[in-house]
Each structure stands twice: as C-alpha cells, then as structure tokens.
C-alpha cells in the first residue's frame, strides 16, 4: 500500500524534517513550474526527477537541478548502467507509487525492496533550498537539502552523489 500525500506529510512531521506546502494546479514540466514558484514566490531550487530503467532491468531515479543538463548515454557509462533510458509508467507506479508528472525524491518511501538506485546531483547541496512534489503534482514542498538527506536516512535508502558537469560519482551513501 502507497502512502497518501496526506500520510506522507504527516510522516516528515513525525521525523522532525521541516517543510513548506504549497498548493497549485497539475504541474507536467519544468516550464509549468517556473511560472507556479514565480507567482507563489517559492524560495529554493526546482527539480526534475528521471525515472530510468538499463537493458538489464535496473531501476534509478535521478533528481536533478531543473538547470542541469543529463546525458543519459554518458551518464549510463559512468553508472555502468547499458541503455539507460526512461521506465515505463507500470514501473514507476509499482516500485515508487506515483503516476508520470508527480515523480519526485519522496516517493522512494515506497521502495520497500530497494530496487531504485536513487542519484542526486551535487548542485542541489548548494542550495537552501529545493522544492519537490509531495507524491501529487498539484503541490510542492520546499525543504533544505539536509532535510532531503535526514528523509533519505529514515527509509534507510542508499544514494548516490553525482556531479553532471564533470560526469562523476562524487560519493556513494
């Protein structure tokens, strides 16, 4: 069973990760979503989230700064990862419990079997804050990259730091 968006806020309150919600109409890209954080005045940086699959069936989300640029063929090298391309939405719904649009670091809550190889782009370190849908993409939360990593710690999901301007593995957790 998946959580709601409702469970999972509840769930970053119960863990102490601190958060902000903001509300909006069904956001698809990035271009949508620059137009909602300019009139609802969120702070942070967006992020865009890539659910891919390789030629042998491995599964890996990539949450990225909006404004890097992803090269999955050269990215799919360094992550030994033959024919990185995106999955289907059957895969994304059963391993992570949401529908294309809504993808987001937050739902690998429902990675139970820890099959989604989670990788995050350094640049988001650097900012103070990044903002990430709530499991729906009719809302965003804005939270620290801290507070990302303190989630990440409490559903014990292993991660990996990328660096996509230098095309590297910066640290494996």
Do not use: W
Request: neutral net charge; glycine residues 4%.
């Amino acid at each position: 069973m998946f959580f709601t968006q409702e469970q999972l806020l509840e769930y970053l309150t119960a863990h102490s990760i601190a958060y902000k919600l903001y509300t909006h109409a069904p956001l698809f890209t990035c271009e949508q979503a620059l137009e909602i954080i300019e009139q609802l005045k969120m702070p942070g940086m967006g992020v865009k989230n890539l659910f891919l699959k390789d030629d042998k069936k491995k599964l890996y989300l990539i949450v990225a700064a909006y404004t890097t640029c992803v090269d999955l063929k050269t990215t799919g090298n360094v992550l030994q990862a033959k024919g990185l391309r995106f999955a289907d939405a059957t895969l994304l719904m059963h391993h992570l419990g949401v529908e294309p649009g809504s993808v987001t670091p937050l739902a690998l809550i429902h990675d139970k079997e820890q099959k989604v190889q989670a990788i995050i782009d350094a640049n988001l370190f650097k900012q103070e804050y990044i903002q990430v849908h709530p499991l729906k993409n009719s809302a965003t939360v804005v939270i620290t990259p801290a507070d990302l990593v303190t989630f990440l710690a409490s559903i014990n999901k292993r991660y990996l730091v990328y660096d996509f301007t230098k095309n590297e593995i910066i640290k494996s957790f």
